[in-house]
């Protein structure tokens, strides 16, 4: 087939459950293919690398006319991200230790022994609604401050917000596409409120939680204003456990696909971490990311244009023979694993730390489990967003 069609294809729901040799075609076709919409798909990885840390590769969407209002510090350029970001990591701790993260490390193990009580008695499970999803939400939003009872609203807030973030092609657009734009604002919006009236409820009031820091800050200098303050919190709860709930789900299909290396962590739970890490290369939560060049930059001999939408395909860079020895092999005890499964650059998921105790927490407790397991549909039903790619459901039978 023609290269110009490979984004087309990469986001078409038929290939969510292997992507992977599209992204080889994609290599072999790079480091830059021009796309039938005019937009730049590169997935090579040390092109891909390289570009996340050029400053020259704006994130913002108002680069390009896309929206007028200031988006949340991820979609923003150094200073305004560089700003926004470091007022927001405040609450986790000092910089590069993040204290109040690792304090919840005893919690999150003792949350997902009670989200793994229902696994004692066997028979089928949903490894995505049974804990994939509830513990990291749960965890995100206790770090936050938001209520038990109210922590069911956010399913419904989250997923019209993530449908309305995916990449496609702009060939592809379409009034559903506008509609599930609108809904994603809307969503945002809602959610956006009801976190700043809950913030607003601490001023003077604090609890230990992040919603209080933000809003009981006592130098004025670091002070989000109520705008930024929505913003941040939006963004917080969301990529606190999106992100993670397909790291989840995608370690439990990768190791039930391959039984010996099960075996393996079971018998040498010391490896875990760098499964983890493993898992963050092989099969990673985040597929792609988009760029906005600022002025016409040279990538491996193509020039890719000022205003250019340049899709950055993370997990096929991933998977790059010139970077991985033996890349489509999972192997936990692999040296060297730079991988670009949070990203690279001053974008780097500032929630990496957390995203890991969870992931070792879940699959910790389920490792010993699944021995017996069997998946019930191989491949499982998948989400519809190709950027934070993973299982919607992902039934066995323990």
């Known amino acids: ?18 992507p992977y040799p599209l992204y080889a075609e994609l290599r072999e076709a790079g480091p830059v293919v021009r796309q039938a919409d005019g937009s730049y798909l590169i997935g090579t990885y040390h092109e891909v690398a390289a570009l996340l840390h050029d400053p020259r590769m704006s994130v913002d969407p108002r680069t390009c ?25 405040r609450p986790f701790g000092p910089p590069h230790s993040p204290c109040r993260v690792d304090a919840m490390r005893g919690e999150i193990v003792r949350l997902t022994g ?10 089928r499970i949903d490894i995505v609604d049974d804990l994939a999803y509830p513990l990291p939400v749960t965890v995100i939003c206790r770090l936050l401050g938001v209520p038990r009872e109210d922590e069911p609203l956010f399913r419904a807030w989250s997923d019209a917000i993530v449908a309305s973030a995916d990449v496609r092609p702009e060939e592809d657009s379409s009034e559903r596409d506008e509609t599930g734009d609108q809904a994603g604002e809307q969503a945002r919006g809602e959610m956006g409120r009801y976190l700043a009236g809950l913030a607003e409820k601490r001023r003077g009031n604090p609890s230990d939680d992040m919603l209080s820091a933000f809003v009981n800050e006592p130098d004025p200098a670091l002070r989000l204003t109520q705008e930024e303050l929505a913003e941040t919190a939006v963004l917080l709860l969301i990529a606190g456990h999106e992100t993670t709930v397909n790291l989840i789900a995608n370690g439990v299909l990768t190791l039930l696909r391959q039984p010996e290396q099960l075996d393996r962590l079971r018998r040498e739970p010391d490896l875990l971490p760098r499964a983890v890490e ?121």
């Open 278 to 398: 493993e898992l963050l290369r092989y099969e990673p939560p985040v597929h792609m990311r988009e760029r906005i060049p600022l002025a016409d930059i040279d990538v491996g001999g193509t020039t890719v244009p000022q205003g250019a939408t340049v899709v950055l395909a993370l997990a096929s860079g991933n998977r790059d023979p010139k970077r991985f020895h033996a890349p489509d092999r999972f192997d936990p005890t692999r040296p060297d694993n730079q991988h670009l499964g949070f990203g690279s650059g001053i974008h780097l998921c500032y929630g990496a730390p957390l995203a890991r105790i969870e992931a070792e927490a879940a699959l910790g407790a389920l490792i010993p489990r699944l021995g017996p397991a069997r998946l019930v549909q191989d491949p499982p039903p998948y989400r519809q967003n190709a950027m934070l790619r993973g299982p919607r459901h992902l039934p066995v039978h323990l």
């Open 114 to 123: 009670e989200l793994m009580e229902p696994f004692q008695a066997g028979g």
């Open 1 to 18: 087939m023609d290269s110009d069609t490979l984004l087309a294809r990469i986001t078409d729901y038929a290939n969510r459950p292997n």
């Open 65 to 89: 006319g896309e929206t007028t209002h200031k988006p949340p510090f991820l979609r923003l350029d150094d200073p305004e991200h560089h700003r926004l970001r470091t007022l927001a990591m």
